[in-house]
């Protein structure tokens, strides 16, 4: 009762959402173009502030539906929080980032919102230019086909002792436009994170229709990952997670039986 809540600055507190999906054979992130400052006409996650009675579950959905549209059959998890002092230039913001994976069905349905000037859908990709043992470069590229637009990064990771510190370098001179912000450390996390819990837990099954072919499901756990798996060891390993439907379709003109993920592994997450 004696507490004095004025004692300390109060900082703010936003959530942001790396949506992810894939189609067309590839990975692609929802972005939207900032309609207000700061880093206004930039592309962004969505995202927003947090009401001080709102938990952070329901404002990172109830923001996703306002920027982009999206509300139903989306899969979510806190990523990370970022915290960084000088990470806004309006005030000290306090973000929770979370993973997010749709299935390709809802490309069509995501639209810009009130809050946003447009929501696009971008290619992403993630290729090593250089490694050994204490470092890796990569190159981060973000490509959208219809506004003929790009963003790429070079991520840096190095590692310090017992841990690994990643920075990242905008090519300004190979892009068109940029990521407001520090969204490119959400972007690069989302990425490792979705690329590595691939395999080894079930979130891979949120970025598929309810009912797929094996032949389906490998080619998404490559386009995710990265690598190219064979075909007979990788349906020995899901084997388990799997369970056939008794449905079938016609696949390069053969009937392929469909599946669907076993419950128990759905959205498994360890």
């Not at 894939?22 to 207000?36: G, I, M, N, P, Y």
């Not at 390709?104 to 043992?133: M, N, P, R, S, V």
């Not at 470069?137 to 637009?149: D, G, K, Q, R």
Request: hydrophobic share 40%; net charge negative; aromatic share 10%.
């Amino acid at each position: 009762a004696e507490y004095d809540a004025d004692r300390y600055r109060h900082p703010s507190c936003t959530v942001d959402m790396a949506v992810m999906t894939v189609a067309e054979k590839k990975l692609k992130l929802l972005l939207v173009s900032r309609r207000d400052h700061p880093f206004i006409g930039c592309w962004a996650t969505p995202g927003g502030f947090v009401g001080f009675d709102e938990d952070l579950d329901a404002a990172a959905l109830r923001e996703l539906k306002e920027e982009t549209g999206l509300s139903e059959g989306i899969y979510f998890k806190q990523m990370y929080t970022f915290g960084k002092a000088n990470r806004d230039p309006r005030t000290r913001i306090i973000t929770t980032a979370y993973l997010t994976l749709a299935s390709a069905d809802l490309i069509a349905q995501a639209k810009a919102g009130d809050d946003a000037a447009d929501a696009k859908w971008f290619d992403i990709t993630k290729e090593i230019e250089y490694e050994d043992d204490t470092k890796r470069v990569a190159i981060l590229t973000l490509f959208n086909s219809e506004l003929n637009e790009t963003m790429k990064y070079r991520i840096i990771t190095k590692v310090m002792g017992n841990w690994a510190k990643t920075t990242s370098e905008f090519i300004e001179d190979e892009s068109t436009n940029m990521l407001a912000g520090d969204h490119i450390k959400i972007v690069n996390m989302a990425v490792e994170e979705v690329r590595h819990r691939a395999a080894s837990t079930g979130i891979i099954f949120n970025l598929l229709p309810s009912e797929f072919s094996l032949n389906e499901l490998r080619k998404t756990y490559e386009i995710v990952t990265g690598t190219k798996t064979d075909r007979n060891n990788f349906r020995r390993n899901i084997k388990g997670l799997v369970k056939p439907t008794g449905n079938s379709t016609i696949y390069w003109g053969k009937e392929t039986a469909l599946y669907t993920a076993n419950p128990l592994y759905e959205h498994l997450d360890f």
